[in-house]
């Protein structure tokens, strides 16, 4: 098939005889396609090729039909300032979807080496800042979201037949990462009876390589690691909503240890939580009130974090499920933005209790079905509601079979967690109130937010770079993509195009025509 050529530099007229005749070459070559019987798929792939070019002929048929945005010889802008004409055109690129596009356009500054005021035709087609359109932008985050910026781009390339910069990509990526910060700290409110009966609020912290000189700005591991290189903690914080769900002790432990269930048991279904939200956060810097500035923590702005969204969501009377691991720091932290009690309820997350219980087995245990049957036993009963008792019976079982050295420091490491965080434990009162006891979100959010994306082999990030990126993943994986994109070009065109009213009554010459 023969291809038209672009033609950004012709008259409207001239585009407008290129589309058609884009359009009459596709058509006769699938009428020659049908009558020789070429496959679905290649007809497909020339058809593609074709609606590329015709887009590509229609977005300069566009610009053409601007005109040069020629306002007069200077214009009053919204800061009362008069702004001049300039001398001649200046040419403008940009890049769509479909390819480059050039067009020329008159801007207009209040004096010689004066900041640009208005750039005509861009403030009328409402243009982003960046040379790559808006679509373009969305389209390499959705793809770079997931993937090696690399290869995201040789994708996108592959779809439509060009090759995209993966330095802009990125650059598109920090610009949507710092405007996603802004939307994830002032989300949608959920409309009124869509929620949950319980609220619930978890965090946890996940590493992130770092460049070597960023991550010095960060905590690392509050648990020494023999190796931690430059991985800094990100917190992961989340906040959602889901109804009560009655279980047993049985029912728990029959899951954790994979039991088949019976032929004939009702198998009830599990209720769903309801407009999670979930971000990371880095330390951040911010005013100390005497000049100065003064490091936050990671894990204050993401409790802080939370506390919004509390504040944002939560009903009267309504339970605040505080749910998480065992990380002190995480839990006095979120103690400063909640005090717990009757209606905020601390929950450990059973699975990091019950891991404890699997090391406790390993102490006492040789064989794989003995250490099974023993856990299995403990767990039990910790879920009735028997903490205490398992504490004293590990200690006492210590002192029986004569456990000494590290085996015996393992031990009291155990017992010692279990007991402080025994007010955290109560597991038989919360499943007889339905309350959740597994932090499946939020070690699903450290996964698939964080590692997925974050931690792949070799990759090394600045501290910005990383802060973006997770950014724009929370609003990717959210239910306020589509929300979030039209805020962020809202935005953006509100401070690109400032003067963007004085082209309300603008009509080019050749569109009056």
Excluded at 89 to 96: D, E
Excluded at 136 to 160: H, P, T, W
Excluded at 298 to 323: D, F, K, N, T
């Amino acid at each position: 098939m023969k291809i038209v050529e672009s033609a950004q530099h012709c008259n409207p007229e001239q585009i407008a005889r290129n589309m058609s005749s884009i359009v009459d070459q596709l058509k006769s070559c699938v009428e020659s396609a049908a009558i020789s019987g070429e496959s679905f798929d290649s007809v497909e792939r020339m058809t593609l090729n074709s609606v590329l070019q015709i887009g590509h002929q229609a977005l300069d048929l566009l610009l053409a039909l601007q005109g040069d945005g020629d306002l007069g010889e200077e214009v009053h802008t919204a800061e009362d300032k008069i702004a001049q004409r300039s001398q001649a055109t200046s040419t403008t690129k940009l890049r769509s979807i479909f390819g480059e596009h050039t067009f020329e356009q008159f801007t207009y500054a209040s004096g010689k080496n004066k900041p640009i005021s208005l750039r005509s035709v861009s403030a009328r087609l409402s243009l982003p800042r960046s040379r790559w359109s808006f679509l373009l932008q969305e389209f390499s985050q959705m793809l770079g979201v997931d993937q090696a910026y690399e290869q995201a781009m040789k994708n996108l390339g592959k779809i439509f037949g060009a090759n995209f910069s993966v330095d802009t990509a990125e650059r598109v990526n920090g610009n949507m990462g710092r405007s996603a910060g802004e939307f994830l700290a002032n989300l949608p409110i959920p409309e009124t009876g869509s929620e949950g009966k319980l609220l619930v609020a978890t965090a946890d912290c996940k590493g992130v390589p770092l460049v070597k000189n960023d991550s010095r700005k960060v905590a690392a591991f509050e648990t020494a690691k023999k190796n931690p290189g430059n991985r800094r903690m990100a917190t992961v914080t989340s906040v959602y909503s889901v109804d009560q769900h009655v279980r047993t002790a049985e029912d728990i432990t029959a899951a954790l240890f994979r039991d088949q269930p019976a032929e004939n048991a009702a198998k009830r279904p599990r209720p769903k939580p309801q407009h999670k939200n979930t971000t990371a956060h880095f330390p951040e810097l911010a005013e100390d009130g005497e000049g100065g500035e003064l490091a936050i923590s990671g894990i204050h702005v993401g409790m802080a974090w939370i506390a919004e969204q509390v504040l944002a969501r939560r009903r009267p009377g309504q339970v605040l499920i505080a749910l998480m691991d065992g990380q002190e720091s995480l839990w006095k932290t979120m103690q400063t933005h909640f005090g717990f009690g009757a209606r905020t309820v601390p929950i450990l997350d059973i699975l990091h209790a019950l891991a404890y219980v699997w090391e406790a087995a390993n102490l006492f245990e040789k064989e794989d079905a003995s250490r099974r049957a023993f856990t299995r036993e403990r767990l039990l009963k910790i879920l009735r509601g028997e903490l205490t008792g398992v504490i004293q019976g590990l200690r006492s079982l210590g002192t029986r079979r004569g456990l000494r050295g590290e085996k015996l420091k393992s031990l009291v490491r155990v017992c010692g967690y279990l007991e402080k965080n025994s007010d955290r434990m109560r597991y038989d009162e919360y499943l007889r109130r339905g309350y959740p006891i597994a932090s499946g979100v939020i070690e699903g959010a450290c996964r698939h937010l964080v590692k997925d994306r974050m931690e792949r082999s070799g990759m090394r990030w600045t501290l910005e770079g990383a802060r973006s990126m997770l950014n724009v993943r929370a609003a990717f994986q959210s239910d306020h993509w589509r929300v979030f994109v039209d805020w962020h070009m809202k935005n953006e065109i509100t401070q690109t195009h400032s003067n963007r009213s004085l082209l309300d009554d603008y009509t080019s010459p050749t569109l009056a025509c």
